[in-house]
């Protein structure tokens, strides 16, 4: 029976794992026994970090010493429930500032001489700030250097550990074994110097001063500043220069500019690439700091956030920046917390607070945490003053859910030591809700806190096309090389055979060796510098503009401008667009990325009636043969509480919805509007419904709870509450009522709650069939269930109650669970409630084109399974014909079988009955701890990839980055990142593109994403638009320009043949260089920006052409080889049909001889043309910009020859012009040449692609057809077709397998509901007193 724990094993434990899933208990059953062997390595997994695994009851903080413990541990949990962090009881303590000085007396507080920092304070906190970088964290130049000077942070980076560690032994002997297993290496060996910076988390205990400023200050902890840019002064000019020459075109030009330095040896100017090359870095150097400059400026903004830190006895207002360790700070509502802060006190009873941690790990639900008694009722800046003491705690490290330090305090004349843990932390990057302000004392600051602790550094990203360009230069380097050692042979055999031609050129005889290996090495260098420019050097220049304006155009674009948050797209890395083109897999954060944050009650279903929001027109309520069908809405309902015969069920209904919860009601003093604290985002939206209906909750006691009917208050006495969690999947509150009655109300799962109603129950098949249509529109259900007890079986119950509730021996909540059994059975069936978790606009239509354009998408989430497949459900990442293939397991052993199983029923489906596109793997933390070890994460990947969708659920920040490393490893895909939470940042870091949604849950993800877009639908243009574009004209754009160089460069070459291999150039040396300077930087310039091969619109209505930057097929080798013979072929035209036109140097009208530049400027005159000719052809649209770039550009030479020719033989340079105008432009056969030479020449690339789309057409092809002729599309009604059968098998398949989304908070809801009597009014410092109920 569901909601029990199964009888033994794993009930899918059987050989026929694809089968099994259909007969199983929803999504996948429940798991295995909780005492399975888990000894050998406990799991860091998301669900042991945050104590899922606790074995004692969520109400019991401590349990009693002796308490034994069952079950699986959280895995820094030693004897005496104490939790340990990962440097717990190491012994190795060292003093973390560089000095060791006694610590001052911190008997006497600070400020209670009204002292303030002085200027050496001051300065020893500057001082801080030059420790506190990303560059710490071990990545960039810097830190490589570091780390190779044995200077680093030794072994930091815990995005390198394994999620499991091996079983617990003594610190001392695993220590002495690795000190004999360690063998000598050459990259560990230090010079003598540099013996490694240990990691602070491997140090012993931080003292941090209670009000003693000086104290910490001399500690020199690092401030609160953060940095996620790039670079900083120190580290532009090495990590840039890094990055550029790690391009092989850099290094291929510097040294050629270098071998121009040599006297006498290069045939062309000494500036004519250094130049250049220096120009192409100063561009680069340029886009990246504006880009850097711009995180500089985003973190300077958080950076400058207002805090409020204790100076004497008052709250002064300050900047983040300036918060340091050991400073006391004020938090109020809605505001983020600004460092790591351990909790003193706060405005709610016995210092409890709420805080949400969605920027952490992306759960919604508010967390609790409590402040030590002892310093709970410091609600006074005074109070706070007077505070005087140490807090000795761990060092900083990346563990988001565990902590452990001592607060010592001074007390009646000596001291009192008391234990900190995780309840008492609050951590940066959270925020504080529903609690007006709390105190706290800083402990970790700025790269030091646990957030930065689990950030990477900004890490340098490569795209695929750069680096597929990096080898396609060492390609044209190699032609390169090879057209030099030709030349160079060529000149050999023609001084050794025919020197005696030759003799004016004075060149010497060979005869010794060491003149043959000189005369070798002159050639060469003459040759490759002659032969250089076949690499383009104006290419990264252009690609440069071209990627930056490709930025421009994202951020101007507003189909992706979202206007009610006046948020625009910001790509902050424009280096990485035409990735966006190529994207083969997306992990998706759900919660904030997906989903928009918000649950709103949109439907019930009340004794079989179904009521609504909002009714669509064709639903709305008829009566057919005497029956009423269809939906009312709660207009209706309200009529129907007075009047309808199912009145006294509605009441119920309403009324457990507005008691049985721990929803705390804030009233405000001024309007006495009430606010509702909720942990759970469900339980608000479910109290809040109940309100807009007439039940509205208005106050708390300890033992009570008032609701407000027509204007009365109705109060429930609280008997006793069986608390939710995720095995029991229900909630029940035991009242006795204003009638005088005893009632157990209970909420939870349909799973639980039908199998124990009595036989009195009439509309049990109609609610389950609205269960159906709920799930089916993927909205989160909730059965509600009453039962009357009589007094006397309540006093016997409550005994047993009572007395499990006192269970001493560590099986509390096994007793409690028991008890609650007991009591609930025979219930009465009220309804259904179903919420709505709101996906954000479009995102089901955006992850379905996304699937159809090929891409994979997985959902990486801290949510429950159950939750996470009701979301993949809505949002079409799961379709109703999908199997699932679930994978939840508790150990290694288990994970394996289960997933080798699986992947062995894929591979042997001989029969077919299995199609690979309706498989999803659904896999949970633990499992995925186990699945990412290296001796399973092959077969892990393997299976997972054969799925078209994988949610992982319950995993952690560093989880997630596990998982796109690992498909990194093992695929050749472009992984794209999305997220909007701080626990999102390492997976975006980790992926090729990391996208952040700049939305409700800060900017943590959007500050270090390349791109931030508002909304998860935007994501659809991106990469299917703006990508397919991007990735189309930056192949282009490479291509052309490779092109252009070698049909210029090439004619040069077969020159070698005719000028006895001597190095003369055919070309004017200038002109030369102006080539690519300013006769064709325009063309690919207007192509790379502008040129759409097909519109936006054709793009998003058929993303199967996506494929196309997937498989790369606009810059494949043979594409480039084709570019290239094309380029090669057209300089043999033009070089031969040029010779032949002026053969003899071809005589003038006027007599005189046309000459060798004559030609040679109008064969340069015919390869523009030709180049700027197959531009045209190349060119998919043509507007005013086009026209600007490829005609104007000749025309721009027709100018510059007429006018340079004529100035500069004036002024004394390029004298090889001196006359040269007048012949050219008056001879017939320079304009012939012109126009017939680059037409001979074109002819075969127009032939070809004209029989391309002709004979031989791509998909594309097709595409630009219906683009031109506007051909109609006829699809959208067979998708309406389709979406009708979609419908009728969700519902189908749901009849199959229901399933619940219950978001109940796994706190203790005694604690709460106990703690709280709103009826009380606040204090003087708006603090709520605790309230002190009587004993029953």
Known sequence: MAGRAPPGGNPNSGNDLLLDLDDSPPYGGQRRPIHDDHSSRPSVSYDDFVGGSQTTHPAVKNPPPGAGASGPRPPYLVDNDRQYSQTSDLHNYQRYADDFDDYPDDGQSYYQHGGAMNAADMESRVNARNRNSVLGLGGGFLGRAKNMLGMGQKGYSEMDLPLTEPGHGTGDSSTESRKQNKKFELKNFRFGFGGG??????????????????????????????????????????????????????????????????????????????????????????????????RKQADSALNNSKARV??????????????????????????????????????????????ETANLDGETNLKIKQALPETS???????????????????????????????????????????????????????????????????????????????????????????????????????????????????????????DSISYLQLGALTEPGDVVKAIFKD??????????????????????????????????????????????????????????????????????????????????????????????????????????????????????????????????????????????????????????????????????????????????????????????????????????????????????????????????????????????????????????????????????????????????????????????????????????????????????????????????????????????????????ETAINIGMSSKLLSEDMMLLIVNEEDAVATRDNIQKKLDAIRNNADGSVEMDTLALVIDGKSLTFALDPDMEKIFYDLAVMCKAVICCRVSPLQKALVVKLVKKFSSEILLAIGDGAN??????????????????????????????????????????????????????????????????????????????????????????????????????????LDQFISARLLDRYPQLYTLGQQNQFFKISTFAAWIASAVYHSIILYIFSELIWYGDLMLGDGTMAGHWVWGTALYASTLATVLGKAALVTSNWTKYHVMAIPGSMLIWYIFIVVYGIVAPILGFSKEYHGLVPKLFSNPVFWLQTVTLPMLCLLRDFSWKYAKRMYYPQTYHHIQEIQKYNIQDYRPRMEQFQKAIRKVRQVQRMR??????????????????????TTRHRGRYGEMPASTPGAR
């Open 197 to 294: 910076k240990p990691d602070p988390s491997t140090l012993g205990p931080r003292i941090i001063h209670l009000n003693n400023p000086p104290a910490n200050a001399a500690n020199k902890y690092v401030d609160n500043h953060v940095s996620t840019a790039k670079y900083n002064v120190a580290t532009f000019l090495p990590k840039f220069l890094i990055e550029q020459f790690s391009k092989f075109a850099n290094v291929f030009f510097l040294f050629t500019a270098a071998l121009q330095q040599i006297p006498n040896l290069s045939p062309t100017n000494r500036y004519t690439t250094i130049g250049p090359l220096v120009a192409v870095l100063l561009v680069s150097a340029g886009k990246e700091l504006v880009e850097d400059y711009r």
């Open 310 to 355: 204790l100076r004497g006895s008052t709250f002064e207002e300050t900047k983040w920046i300036n918060v340091g360790v050991g400073d006391i700070v004020r938090v109020e509502s809605e505001e983020p917390f600004p460092a790591d802060i351990v909790l003193l006190a706060s405005s709610e009873p016995e210092g409890l607070c709420y805080i």
């Open 377 to 499: 009722t410091m609600v006074s800046p005074a109070e706070l003053s007077r505070l005087g003491g140490r807090v000795r705690s761990e060092q900083p490290n990346s563990s988001l859910y565990t902590y452990e330090a001592t607060l010592t305090m001074q007390a009646g004349g000596g001291e009192k030591e008391l234990p900190l843990n995780p309840e008492q932390l609050l951590l940066r990057g959270a925020t504080l809700r529903n609690t007006p302000w709390i105190h706290g004392i800083v402990v970790f600051t700025g790269h030091e806190t646990k957030l930065m602790r689990n950030a990477t550094a900004a890490p340098i990203k490569r795209t695929k096309v750069e680096r597929q360009l990096n080898m396609l230069v060492l390609a044209l380097v190699g032609m390169l090389l090879v057209l030099s050692v030709i030349s160079t042979v060529g000149e050999l055999v023609f001084r050794s055979v025919r020197s």
């Open 524 to 865: 060469l260098v003459t040759y490759w510098v002659l032969f250089s420019s076949l690499v383009p050097i104006s290419l990264f220049v252009t690609v440069e503009m071209v990627k930056y304006w490709h930025g421009i155009l994202i951020n101007d674009d507003l189909d992706i401008y979202y206007d009610k948050t006046d948020t625009p797209a910001n790509c902050r890395t424009s280096s990485l667009v035409e990735e966006l083109g190529m994207v083969g897999y997306v992990f998706s954060d759900k919660t904030g990325t997906l989903t928009c944050n918000m649950m709103e009650f949109k439907q019930s279903s009340i004794s079989g009636i179904q009521y609504a929001d909002d009714v669509p027109e064709d639903r709305r309520a008829t009566v057919q043969d005497g029956v009423e069908v269809g939906i009312h809405d709660f207009k209706r309902l309200r009529e129907n509480l007075k009047t309808h015969e199912s009145a006294e069920a509605m009441h119920h209904f309403l009324a457990l919805l507005s008691t049985c919860h721990t929803v705390i009601p804030e009233r405000d003093e001024k309007g006495g509007n009430i606010k509702y604290q909720a942990a759970s985002p469900d339980e608000g939206a479910l109290v809040q419904g109940a309100s807009m209906l007439g039940y509205k909750f208005v106050a708390r006691k300890p033992r009570s709870v008032i609701i407000e009917v027509e204007e009365k208050e109705y109060e429930y006495e609280l008997l006793a509450v069986c608390e939710f969690n995720s095995t029991r999947k229900r909630m029940s509150t035991i009242y006795r009522c204003p009638d005088g009655k005893i009632r157990l109300y209970c909420k939870g799962a349909d799973t639980v709650i039908l199998e124990r109603l009595n036989e009195d129950n009439p509309h049990v098949e109609q609610t389950l069939l609205h269960l159906e249509e709920y799930a089916s529109e993927g909205l989160r259900t909730l059965c509600l269930a009453v039962r009357e007890i009589p007094d006397e079986e309540f006093r016997e119950w409550y005994n047993i109650f009572d007395k499990a509730q006192t269970t001493v021996g560590g099986n509390r909540a096994d007793e409690l669970d028991k008890a609650a059994e007991i009591i609930e059975h025979d219930f009465y069936l009220l309804g259904a409630t179903a919420i709505e978790d709101r996906l954000q606009d479009g995102v089901p239509e955006t992850i379905h084109t996304l699937q159809q354009a090929n891409i994979k998408v997985w959902v990486l989430t801290g949510d429950r399974q």
């Open 984 to 1089: 999102d940042v390492s997976m975006i870091q980790a992926a090729h593109i990391g996208v952040g949604i700049s939305g409700v849950e800060g900017l943590q993800a959007a500050r270090s994403a390349d791109i931030s877009i508002a909304q998860f639908r935007f994501l659809r243009k991106l990469t299917l638009v703006h990508g397919a574009w991007s990735y189309q004209r930056i192949s282009k754009t490479i291509l052309f320009s490779f092109y252009k160089n070698i049909t210029l460069y090439m004619t040069q070459f077969w020159y070698t043949f005719q000028n006895v291999f001597s190095g003369a150039i055919i070309f004017e040396s200038w002109t030369l260089s102006f080539y690519n300077v300013f006769y064709t930087v325009l063309p690919p310039l207007v192509m790379g920006i």
């Open 1296 to 1317: 199959k397998q229901r399933g619940y989304a219950f978001s109940q908070a796994d706190e203790s809801q005694t604690r709460v509901i106990n703690a709280y009597d």
